[in-house]
């Protein structure tokens, strides 16, 4: 169950992180798009007005009109080098790697303008000015449609990926407290099943576990061990109630060990321990006992230094056997330990069958 904890935790911290990252990568998207979204407007805008002060410069010449025309062909110049400076910042990381956006085309046209510009107009002059233009006219328009498309994109592509970022920011919030809702869960279970003090079974998970396994005849024999501290309340009256609350838990972790895999250890209640063996005959039951009699015996539990020993009843379960019949040879067994001296294993077989 450590495990288990351990890594649903792990999951936790580890959803919390991708939230956390993708929180943080919303936060820079905002500031990027904050920051680059006047420039989407700023560049259409002037590429618009680029296309509309080409076509005025146009008509003032042809309409002989001279000194406007130099503070426009100024503005477009002007707009030109602004345009060329913006654009940069229309282009998405990635995406754009590459790619050049600048008015070329336009700039070429509008250096053939400015060169046709004599004064005074020729009818020559005139017609070039009439030709380039239309070209620039053109040009200039598919350049601004080309920003507007390049804008509409980027504003998708990051809309896009801001829809990204809430719907998975909600699934992780949603698989949080999903996984925060099964850890509830399997900590209410586990509460349910084992004993709080000691983290072993308890005895209404026990009696479910035998009740299964007395129907299986591929577990039995099955054997059966009771035991109990000697002298526990000496101890509880000598150190005080922590101390025994320690010397519960340090002999429930030892046998814990002790069986490992092999059976089922329940606390029955007080300072009495039970352990249930699938597959184990009698004897072999002893032996266990008898080791675990040992373990618990090399106990120093401190700071109490309290000298811990237990007894123990040792059984073997019967195929079709209750329970209570099984258990009243084991406590039969167990009080012969205790009259006997103590720190002892003792073994009171069934009965053989007629």
């Given at each position: 169950?450590?495990?288990h ?7 936790i ?5 991708a ?13 990027y ?6 420039y ?10 680029v296309?509309?002060?080409i076509?005025?410069a146009a008509?003032?010449?042809l309409?002989n009109?001279?000194k406007d ?9 002007v707009?030109?080098q602004?345009?060329e400076k ?9 995406v754009d790697?590459?790619?050049?956006y600048?008015p070329?085309?336009v ?5 053939r303008i400015?060169e ?5 107009p ?18 200039a328009?598919k350049?601004?449609?080309?920003y ?13 990926f ?6 998975a920011?909600?699934s ?7 996984i925060?809702?099964i850890e509830?869960?399997q ?5 349910a099943s ?11 998970t026990?009696?479910?576990?035998f009740?299964?396994?007395s129907?299986?005849?591929?577990y039995?024999p099955v054997?059966l ?6 002298n ?8 005080g ?7 519960l838990q340090?002999?429930?972790k030892?046998a814990r ?5 092999t059976?089922?250890l329940?606390?029955?209640?007080g300072e ?5 063996l699938?597959k184990t ?9 008898e ?6 015996e090399q106990?120093?539990?401190m700071p ?6 237990a007894?123990?009843?040792?059984t ?5 056997e209750s ?7 084991a406590?039969?067994?167990l009080?012969r330990?205790?009259n ?5 294993v003792?073994?009171?077989p069934p009965?053989?069958?007629?």
């Amino acid at each position: 169950m450590g495990v288990h904890k351990k890594t649903v935790s792990i999951r936790i911290l580890n959803k919390l992180a991708a939230l956390t990252t993708l929180i943080i990568f919303a936060g820079l998207l905002f500031f990027y798009e904050s920051t680059k979204e006047r420039y989407y407007a700023e560049v259409v805008n002037i590429s618009g007005k680029v296309r509309g002060g080409i076509q005025r410069a146009a008509k003032l010449y042809l309409g002989n009109d001279f000194k406007d025309l130099k503070v426009v062909i100024k503005q477009v110049n002007v707009d030109l080098q602004h345009l060329e400076k913006h654009v940069e910042y229309i282009k998405l990381p990635v995406v754009d790697w590459g790619k050049c956006y600048h008015p070329k085309n336009v700039k070429a046209c509008w250096s053939r303008i400015k060169e046709s510009f004599t004064v005074p107009p020729t009818p020559l002059s005139r017609e070039k000015i009439l030709k380039f233009s239309e070209i620039c006219w053109i040009e200039a328009d598919k350049l601004t449609n080309l920003y507007e498309r390049i804008v509409s994109r980027n504003l998708f592509i990051l809309n896009a990926f801001y829809a990204g970022i809430f719907i998975a920011s909600i699934s992780i919030i949603l698989l949080l407290v999903r996984i925060i809702v099964i850890e509830i869960n399997q900590n209410l279970e586990k509460r349910a099943s084992f004993d709080a003090l000691t983290g072993v079974l308890n005895r209404a998970t026990f009696l479910e576990i035998f009740e299964k396994l007395s129907k299986n005849s591929t577990y039995f024999p099955v054997g059966l061990i009771v035991f109990d501290l000697d002298n526990f309340k000496k101890i509880n009256d000598t150190y005080g109630h922590n101390a025994g609350d320690r010397v519960l838990q340090e002999v429930a972790k030892v046998a814990r060990r002790h069986i490992k895999k092999t059976g089922y250890l329940v606390r029955w209640g007080g300072e009495e321990f039970v352990i249930l063996l699938p597959k184990t005959n009698i004897e072999s039951a002893r032996r266990i006992a008898e080791k675990l009699r040992a373990l618990i015996e090399q106990l120093k539990i401190m700071p109490c230094g309290a000298k811990v020993t237990a007894s123990f009843g040792v059984t073997e379960v019967r195929e079709g056997e209750s329970l209570e019949e099984a258990f009243e040879r084991a406590d039969k067994a167990l009080y012969r330990a205790k009259n006997r001296g103590k720190n002892r294993v003792e073994v009171e077989p069934p009965k053989p069958t007629p």
